[in-house]
């Protein structure tokens, strides 16, 4: 049965991400091919399971993140949804990682496109914004199929590793604000 506080992806189970879902997200998250092209500095099960615990909050500024399974399997495949939230605001950075043996299939586009129709449905927000290292070309063409409009590149914005980096900045409006098509 579908989660009604999560998006819907279809043909996928999808539900909260819970500290039960730790190892299996540590089995690709903490990948060299995973944490090359992101900041993240989660270096083991326990790093996630801190990420995990702050998504539990009651806080509306909290982190959101849904883990997306094989319905039949139960595999995790991605996890998805949003950090940097401002309930003031009404905005949030969405992130998304998908199993690498997943890639280049249109994983990565759909939970995207999912985390956005719930975000601004469901939450009411008015704007999504993404961020990718300069590198990332493959998280750019999926922000780019879900109508991201690049805005800008941030200066030193990040740390990745230990040194400042540069990251593109994208930002998605809902529909109505703007032409695209989620």
């Known amino acids: 049965m579908p989660d009604a506080s999560a998006p819907e992806v279809p043909g996928y189970q999808v539900s909260r991400i819970t ?3 730790a190892d299996d997200w540590a089995a690709f998250a903490l990948l060299p091919e995973m944490l090359r092209l992101t900041s993240s ?8 399971r801190m990420m995990i615990e702050r998504t539990l909050s009651d806080d509306p500024n909290a982190p959101l993140l849904f883990a997306l399974r094989e319905p039949v399997s139960g595999l995790l495949l991605a996890t998805f949804g949003f950090h940097t939230v401002s309930a003031l605001n009404k905005t949030a950075e969405v992130t998304y990682s998908v199993r690498p043996e997943r890639w280049s299939k249109g994983l990565a586009t759909a939970i995207c496109r999912a985390a956005l129709r719930w975000a601004f449905e469901v939450r009411g927000w008015v704007r999504v914004q993404a961020t990718t290292l300069q590198a990332h070309a493959a998280s750019q063409r ?7 409009e690049l805005e800008g590149r941030l200066r030193n914005f990040r740390l990745v590793r230990g040194e400042p980096s540069d990251f593109l900045l994208y930002a998605r409006v809902p529909p109505g604000s703007q032409d695209a098509v989620l």
Request: net charge negative; charged share 20%; aromatic share 6%.
């Open 19 to 21: 500290l039960a879902d």
């Open 41 to 48: 500095t989660a270096a083991s099960v326990d790093d996630l």
């Open 142 to 148: 999926v922000l780019a199929k879900c109508g991201f």
